[in-house]
């Protein structure tokens, strides 16, 4: 099966942001711009990896406060007491919360270190431009990227819990500052994965 037309060849670019195809012509020390939208034209985005590293370092840095602080204040009946994440789950599987158990675990444990362990994997070897299972790495990046934005189930939950609380009147919920660094740690993966540049994967692949 004959591979599809390749745009450097071609003498073309696709805008990063309207998708329109035009000729590339580099305008010196001007950058190349669309001619539909007039956003910036380049073929990888710039600094991709260093600037995909450097947010990645710093998610996994709010990642460790996120689980040693507390995230919750709770004051009910009987009960009273701050709890991290991990103590949140046991707290909740304890009293027969399952499934917010299981969301919380999931959402808060599970998704995070997988992200960091493939989004790491995927900058290596873009950085060594392997030509191990591109299309295998492509459908891991395809798949961090769309659970990303699934993990902020941890502070809906909190804020769930708190709102649910406060409207029985039966006690007092309080977020506390490991929410912040877990809040802080999700958007810089979701940074991170934006800012890699699934393109790398195929540099040097056969034409």
Excluded at 34 to 62: D, E, G, K, N, T
Excluded at 148 to 153: E, F, I, K, N, T
């Amino acid at each position: 099966m004959s591979q599809p037309p390749q745009t450097r060849p071609a003498g073309v670019i696709g805008c990063h942001a309207c998708g329109w195809v035009s000729t590339f012509r580099p305008a010196g020390r001007d950058p190349a711009r669309c001619p539909r939208c007039h956003a910036r034209l380049y073929r990888r985005y710039p600094q991709s990896i260093a600037q995909s590293w450097a947010l990645l370092i710093a998610a996994v840095i709010f990642y460790i406060p996120a689980n040693v602080l507390p995230v919750m204040y709770t004051q009910l009946p009987g009960n009273s007491g701050e709890s991290t994440i991990i103590g949140g789950v046991i707290d909740f599987w304890q009293s027969g919360s399952y499934g917010v158990a299981l969301i919380i675990f999931i959402a808060s444990a599970m998704v995070p270190c997988t992200k960091f362990l493939v989004l790491g994997m995927l900058l290596i070897t873009a950085r060594k431009s392997s030509s191990w299972a591109r299309v295998g790495r492509t459908r891991l990046f395809r798949l961090i990227d769309l659970i990303g934005y699934w993990s902020m189930l941890d502070v809906m939950v909190v804020a769930i819990v708190a709102a649910l609380v406060k409207f029985n009147g039966i006690g007092v919920v309080e977020p506390r500052i490991g929410i912040l660094f877990f809040g802080l740690m999700v958007i810089f993966t979701m940074l991170a994965t934006m800012r890699f540049d699934p393109r790398l994967i195929w540099d040097g692949a056969d034409q």
